[in-house]
């Protein structure tokens, strides 16, 4: 049975673009490698595969991994998939401070859909957003709350 997770994969379309952007939100390359061969065809089910990956450590020690599939690129148009898209929905981060988190994300290339908005019972605020690829994030700021 499962033991943990042990990361989340991105196909991306550049990963120079890709590595920055996540780099700007505090992750950090762990390993850089291309992949290609028997194995990783097998794998992924794609002959003659080339993918470049970066897995990439978060501050508590999550992992994310950019993948951009050379050989076999992604050629449809990009396109940011509504929050109800049947799949892998979003990733959601706990962050410092939603709305410096919200700037940087639109300086890297990203887009946020609607500003931040404090949950009813006050306990935390949250935003979703697109990453440069088009990615869903949801972003998530844990509020303090005084109790009287």
Same mark, same amino acid.
């Given at each position: 049975?499962?033991?943990?997770?042990? +990361? %989340?994969?991105?196909?991306?379309?550049?990963?120079?673009?890709?590595?920055?952007?996540?780099?700007?939100?505090?992750?950090?390359?762990?390993? +850089?490698?291309?992949?290609?061969?028997?194995?990783?065809?097998?794998?992924?089910?794609? !002959?003659?595969?080339?993918?470049?990956?970066?897995?990439?450590?978060? *501050?508590?020690?999550?992992?994310?991994?950019?993948?951009?599939?050379?050989? +076999?690129?992604?050629? @449809? *148009?990009?396109?940011?998939?509504?929050?109800?898209?049947?799949? /892998?929905?979003?990733?959601?981060? %706990?962050?410092? @401070?939603?709305? !410096? %988190? /919200?700037? %940087?994300?639109?300086?890297?290339?990203? @887009?946020?859909?609607? *500003? *931040?908005?404090?949950?009813?019972?006050?306990?935390? @605020?949250?935003?979703? /957003?697109?990453?440069?690829?088009?990615?869903?994030?949801?972003?998530?700021?844990?509020?303090?709350?005084?109790?009287?």
């Amino acid at each position: 049975m499962i033991r943990n997770v042990r +990361h %989340t994969g991105l196909v991306i379309r550049n990963a120079v673009k890709s590595r920055s952007f996540y780099e700007g939100l505090g992750f950090v390359v762990e390993k +850089h490698a291309n992949e290609s061969g028997e194995f990783i065809s097998h794998v992924v089910g794609i !002959d003659d595969v080339q993918i470049e990956t970066i897995k990439m450590r978060s *501050p508590d020690g999550s992992m994310i991994e950019l993948l951009q599939y050379h050989s +076999h690129p992604d050629r @449809s *148009p990009q396109a940011k998939p509504p929050a109800n898209k049947l799949g /892998c929905s979003h990733l959601a981060f %706990t962050v410092n @401070s939603i709305l !410096d %988190t /919200c700037r %940087t994300i639109e300086e890297l290339g990203g @887009s946020i859909v609607n *500003p *931040p908005v404090v949950s009813k019972d006050g306990n935390v @605020s949250v935003a979703y /957003c697109y990453d440069n690829d088009g990615i869903l994030l949801e972003i998530v700021e844990e509020l303090v709350v005084v109790k009287k």
